[in-house]
């Protein structure tokens, strides 16, 4: 018995070794294996943390099943996984239309000029001072980033704009007497592109009491791309920050510069808060107290602006 399994190893053994050496070739097969592992890791990556791991596991119990029904010999529930995985695929596409969208433009993003470290810190600068105007006079905005996720497709009208945004064209936008002051300013590529436009509403119910619907559009269009949403409510002045469905509320100025560069700073998968695991803050703690100390002026006075510009380019530099 021992003997003949033996044998039957080393015969099939002998058909690997074989089959290897006339079909393989060191070096083309070796490209090819890493070329599939990366792609296979890549793939990770763009899924983690999205609903597409919950559906890829789901699929894996379907593949399970599909073998203990062949195994028992079941032929019914073998005709019914055959047929709905032919036309599994198309089912994936439909699914999965946004989140294929959002990958090959990830893919592309590499191909297309991003802003510079000191571009980005200009226009978060523009962009708090602008809140924090908006703050002291108690009017609502809604300003949205987009990342690498396109807000095209999930906005609807407002009023074409190309312009490099400041702190006087954003408050202009958003005082009660402007037209497009009720709708959000989308910012694309460093440039404000579109004002007025109006955002999908997030459908859930476990959003913090008080919060109204330029929060509900800011959580909206957070689940649905990886945009970065600010909000300045009209009703208390408040300012919060979006990324992801969560917000961080009641943030003052060296707070939201904080906040902002921290949500712009992460890659995909990545939308989550994380807490400062000793406790200390480090960098951000570090950076919230130099820039504490350039808002502690007047917030009326015309120092409180230059002194915000001016700790916003000793950071940059």
Same mark, same amino acid.
């Given at each position: 018995?021992?003997?003949?399994?033996?044998?039957?190893?080393?015969?099939?053994?002998?058909?690997?070794?074989?089959?290897?050496?006339?079909?393989?070739?060191?070096?083309?097969?070796? +490209?090819?294996?890493?070329?599939?592992? !990366?792609?296979?890791? !890549?793939?990770?990556?763009?899924?983690?943390? %999205?609903?597409?791991?919950?559906?890829?596991?789901?699929?894996?119990?379907?593949?399970?099943?599909?073998?203990?029904?062949?195994?028992?010999?079941?032929? %019914?529930?073998?005709?019914?996984?055959?047929?709905?995985?032919?036309?599994?695929?198309?089912?994936?596409?439909?699914?999965?239309?946004?989140? +294929?969208?959002? !990958? $090959?433009?990830?893919?592309?993003?590499?191909?297309?000029?991003? $802003? %510079?470290?000191?571009?980005?810190?200009?226009?978060?600068?523009?962009?708090?001072?602008?809140?924090?105007?908006?703050?002291?006079?108690?009017?609502?905005?809604?300003?949205?980033?987009?990342?690498?996720?396109?807000?095209?497709? /999930?906005?609807?009208?407002?009023?074409?704009?190309?312009?490099?945004?400041?702190?006087?064209?954003?408050?202009?936008?958003?005082?009660?007497?402007?037209?497009? /002051?009720?709708?959000?300013?989308?910012?694309?590529?460093?440039?404000?592109?579109?004002?007025?436009?109006?955002?999908?509403?997030?459908?859930?119910?476990?959003?913090?009491?008080?919060?109204?619907?330029?929060?509900?559009?800011?959580?909206?269009?957070?689940?649905?791309? @990886?945009?970065?949403?600010?909000?300045?409510?009209?009703?208390?002045?408040?300012?919060?920050?979006?990324?992801?469905?969560?917000?961080?509320?009641?943030? @003052?100025?060296?707070?939201?510069?904080?906040?902002?560069?921290?949500?712009?700073?992460?890659?995909?998968?990545?939308?989550?808060?994380?807490?400062?695991?000793?406790?200390?803050?480090?960098?951000?703690?570090?950076?919230?107290?130099?820039?504490?100390?350039?808002?502690?002026?007047?917030?009326?006075?015309?120092?409180?602006?230059?002194?915000?510009?001016?700790?916003?380019?000793? !950071?940059?530099?």
């Amino acid at each position: 018995m021992i003997a003949y399994a033996l044998e039957a190893i080393y015969g099939r053994a002998s058909a690997i070794i074989a089959f290897l050496q006339e079909n393989y070739s060191p070096f083309r097969d070796t +490209i090819e294996i890493l070329i599939v592992a !990366a792609l296979i890791y !890549a793939l990770l990556i763009l899924v983690r943390g %999205t609903r597409a791991t919950q559906v890829l596991i789901g699929v894996a119990a379907l593949v399970a099943f599909r073998g203990l029904a062949a195994a028992a010999e079941l032929q %019914t529930l073998i005709w019914i996984f055959d047929n709905f995985f032919a036309y599994f695929p198309i089912i994936l596409a439909i699914l999965f239309a946004d989140d +294929i969208r959002r !990958a $090959l433009a990830r893919v592309g993003r590499g191909f297309v000029p991003r $802003l %510079t470290e000191r571009q980005e810190s200009e226009l978060l600068e523009e962009i708090v001072r602008a809140c924090q105007t908006l703050k002291q006079r108690q009017v609502g905005a809604l300003i949205v980033i987009e990342r690498e996720s396109g807000l095209d497709d /999930h906005v609807q009208g407002g009023a074409e704009i190309d312009a490099i945004p400041s702190k006087e064209l954003l408050v202009s936008l958003f005082m009660t007497n402007s037209p497009l /002051h009720d709708g959000a300013v989308l910012l694309q590529h460093g440039r404000l592109r579109r004002a007025g436009a109006i955002l999908p509403l997030t459908l859930r119910t476990d959003l913090p009491e008080g919060v109204g619907t330029r929060h509900r559009a800011a959580v909206g269009i957070s689940e649905l791309t @990886d945009a970065v949403v600010v909000v300045v409510s009209e009703e208390t002045g408040s300012i919060s920050a979006v990324m992801g469905g969560e917000l961080a509320r009641d943030l @003052d100025a060296p707070e939201l510069r904080v906040t902002l560069r921290d949500y712009l700073s992460r890659g995909p998968g990545e939308d989550e808060i994380e807490d400062d695991p000793e406790g200390d803050g480090d960098s951000d703690g570090e950076s919230a107290e130099a820039e504490s100390d350039a808002t502690a002026s007047d917030p009326n006075s015309d120092e409180f602006d230059s002194a915000a510009v001016a700790s916003g380019r000793a !950071a940059r530099s």
